[in-house]
């Protein structure tokens, strides 16, 4: 397994500002991935975190709302942009180390007002 | 399309009981099931997997059945513990669609001491 923390662990944020969460992970990983949970729902992929090239995003979720960086095998980033209430949600980093498996990370709870 | 779906939102079960946590698949094309665990404010643990070329895989109190033909598996515990008390949430991959994982809505599991 891997170390995996998230900043912040906890937010609360203004309708229409963004907010950029932080992932590191302990040793180097070729797959991160980006979810969100929105309150009593599952876990809904957001997009895959690729080193060295853009983040590939699911339907429903696009760059502009969701920036991603992924700078090095170690870190990435997720900003949620022009927040609104909707958003309100724990955003949760991901790597697979094994061919299925994939470890999560704290999570970031994110309540937009 | 809820490609996974969980249809018990929560579970209560008396202390040395066992726990039957049940979940079907729509998408003939998964090939790997997984179960996570998931506690207030934390990101969800991995637990146990199976692999759609075996119908059972135990791990202590922890085994995971799959049933193919109905695209149903389930996870038992026994004996359940107060401290198994979580959201249980199943998750399917494609390994032909970069490993993605498709999540259920969740149950959640109460061990009653």
């Known amino acids: 397994s891997a170390v995996i923390s998230q900043k912040p662990s906890r937010d609360i944020c203004q309708r229409g500002t963004s907010l950029t969460i932080q992932c590191q992970v302990d040793s180097q990983v070729t797959m991160m991935f980006w979810y969100r949970q929105q309150p009593g729902q599952s876990l809904t992929l957001i997009a895959t975190a690729n080193q060295g090239s853009e983040a590939t995003y699911e339907s429903g979720f696009v760059i502009d709302k969701f920036p991603i960086s992924r700078p090095n095998l170690t870190f990435s980033t997720l900003t949620v942009s022009n927040m609104s209430p909707e958003d309100s949600s724990i955003y949760l980093c991901?790597?697979?180390?094994?061919?299925?498996?994939?470890?999560f990370g704290p999570g970031t709870r994110l309540t937009v007002l | 399309d809820q490609q996974v779906k969980q249809n018990s939102p929560s579970l209560s079960v008396q202390e040395g009981r066992i726990s039957i946590l049940n979940c079907d698949y729509t998408n003939s094309m998964f090939d790997y099931f997984l179960w996570y665990k998931k506690y207030p404010a934390e990101g969800p643990t991995f637990l146990i997997s199976?692999?759609?070329?075996?119908d059972k895989n135990e791990d202590g109190r922890f085994t995971v059945f799959l049933n193919k033909s109905a695209k149903h598996l389930s996870l038992h515990i026994v004996p359940s513990q107060p401290g198994d008390s979580a959201v249980y949430f199943c998750a399917a991959s494609d390994s032909g669609n970069t490993g993605k994982l498709i999540f259920g809505q969740g149950t959640t599991l109460q061990v009653k001491p």
């Open positions: 199976i692999s759609s070329i075996k």
């Open positions: 991901s790597l697979r180390l094994g061919p299925h498996e994939q470890f």
